[in-house]
């Protein structure tokens, strides 16, 4: 067996574990986690029935936990938190790159970090755990990846990045703004890792992420930040502004 494959078989495996779902047809996800510029046998179809499946999934969940909010509201919310962004930020949490099937050309250019690559493999797994088992199983993993997002959402703040997220819950909280250090830096100028550390000092919490640039790898610490601050201070979540009439 090659060292390439190894590679991806082993990738493939930490990614059924991150989702804690071990497929029974292990083709499907593969198939999820193929790229059109890898084989005709792609993700571009799953990736219709996934988009559905997690914007249903995303509106029940804000439906729920907002009883307050008009229908305008609602669906500001789930478009702030089903977008691309938010998906490929996922999908890097998760390592999704790593175990991705790409042609030649999206290996050199680095699609395994490209956020549409990233975004519509999420959702090409979210219909992969559906067919495998049934909607209520990728409803669950929906839940799962969603549950901290969607714990403190503001319609204020939705559409704003986790940086600045994170700068104005720890104003909102008097503590001192994050720093952040690039760690390491590597790879050729097209195909760079960076790593990065986010510390929010005196709380004694360091965060690290890894992506194909500084301001991604900062964003993917800050978000992990925030949900430390959001188990550490439930509490107090950054309040909507108001204006006086």
Known sequence: MSIGKLRSQQAVARLQQRIAYTFRQPELLRQALTHRSFSAKNNERFEFVGDAILNYTVAKMLFDAFPELSEGELSRLRANLVNQDVLAQIAQELSVGDALFLGAGELKSGGFNRPSILADAMEALFAAVSFDADFARAEKLVRQLFA?????????????DAKTLLQETLQHLRLALPKYRIIS?????????????????????????QASSRRAAEQ???????QFLRQRFPNHPPKKHTQKT
């Not at 993917?220 to 925030?226: R, V, W």
């Open 148 to 160: 901290e997002r969607i714990r403190l959402p503001d319609a204020t703040n939705q559409g704003k």
């Open 185 to 209: 830096q590597s790879g050729e100028a097209h195909q760079q890792t960076f790593e990065v550390q986010c510390d929010l000092g005196e709380l004694g919490f360091q965060s690290q992420a």
């Open 220 to 226: 993917i610490a800050a978000e992990e930040a925030l």
